[in-house]
């Protein structure tokens, strides 16, 4: 076992769970995440209870294809991800931490990781010492909301519609996962975050909703974002991959962006873990790109 691991329930039976973060190379900012790389023998009840136990927004459990298989020779993996409360069909921050994970064990390169979601690509690459994974989502799809529920998740959050920028509107948007995009008019608003949890809570399991998306647009290709996650047991996800994957393809739905484009998103400072999350668009792709550094948690041991 490395220092990096640690078997939760402190059974020497039980499997190492690594502690990354994601979407920054300081292990105090981004996203944690826990990293289990054999989860074979684990059923669904023994890795939602490592989950639970652990208390991250999300935990990855990976078990490694056979070799024979498309995405086997050692660099495919299936994945599954649960918060302390239930499995979610796909995690962009637990992907990029397990990717750089492995990274770490086996060397930069491609990675594919079939989830409940699809299969999703994952490059990891070197830059000054730092891992960065950039994955790819599955296709995404973006519809309407309905009115009585925006206001219902307005109500849950304690904001008056007026406080909504009328240049982005309300969507229900995929690339991997459902998330609810709210846009606030302005950064105060979206730093003065305190909700109705059982209320968004219930409004979310309705929509079948991972998180709630808000944001706020600092410039053409800059943007503030918070994500209150509720139905996993969490007040508020620091740094969200699989949601700004959707609030990519959200944007390229509204003609928000065109062609080829590369969007910065800030997520957590108002948690104090900061963290940046770099989508990118391409021309004639309707996958959306998501990228960021990631970082081992030093064992609190």
């Not at 039976?13 to 920054?24: C, D, E, G, W």
């Not at 490059?123 to 950039?134: F, K, P």
Request: one cysteine or more; glycine letters at 10%.
């Amino acid at each position: 076992m490395t220092a990096d691991a640690s078997p939760v329930s402190g059974s020497p039976s039980a499997p190492a769970v690594l502690r990354y973060t994601a979407f920054s190379a300081d292990p105090l900012g981004g996203n944690p995440a826990g990293v289990v790389l054999d989860a074979t023998g684990l059923d669904d009840a023994g890795m939602l209870a490592i989950a639970a136990e652990l208390g991250y927004s999300e935990t990855a459990f990976l078990t490694a294809l056979p070799e024979e298989s498309p995405a086997g020779g050692g660099r495919g993996f299936a994945v599954r991800y649960f918060s302390p409360k239930a499995e979610v069909p796909f995690c962009g921050h637990a992907t990029v931490a397990s990717a750089v994970a492995l990274a770490e064990r086996t060397g930069p390169g491609d990675l594919v990781f079939e989830t409940r979601a699809g299969t999703v690509p994952v490059t990891v690459t070197e830059e000054n010492g730092t891992l960065r994974a950039t994955l790819t989502s599955v296709e995404p799809q973006v519809t309407d909301v309905a009115e009585d529920d925006v206001r219902e998740a307005l109500a849950a959050l304690g904001w008056p519609a007026a406080d909504l920028d009328p240049a982005l509107p309300p969507r229900i948007s995929f690339a991997g996962a459902r998330h609810l995009v709210l846009a606030a008019a302005s950064r105060a608003r979206l730093a003065d975050l305190a909700y109705d949890f059982d209320r968004l809570e219930a409004l979310m399991r309705r929509l079948d909703l991972t998180t709630v998306q808000l944001v706020w647009r600092a410039s053409a290709g800059v943007f503030h974002v918070r994500d209150p996650f509720p139905v996993g047991g969490v007040v508020e996800d620091p740094a969200t991959g699989a949601a700004a994957l959707a609030f990519g393809a959200y944007l390229r739905a509204l003609g928000a962006v065109t062609g080829s484009a590369v969007l910065t998103l800030h997520q957590g400072e108002d948690m104090g873990r900061p963290g940046v999350l770099t989508v990118e668009l391409r021309e004639g792709d309707p996958r959306v790109r998501v990228s960021g550094a990631g970082a081992r948690i030093p064992d609190a041991g």
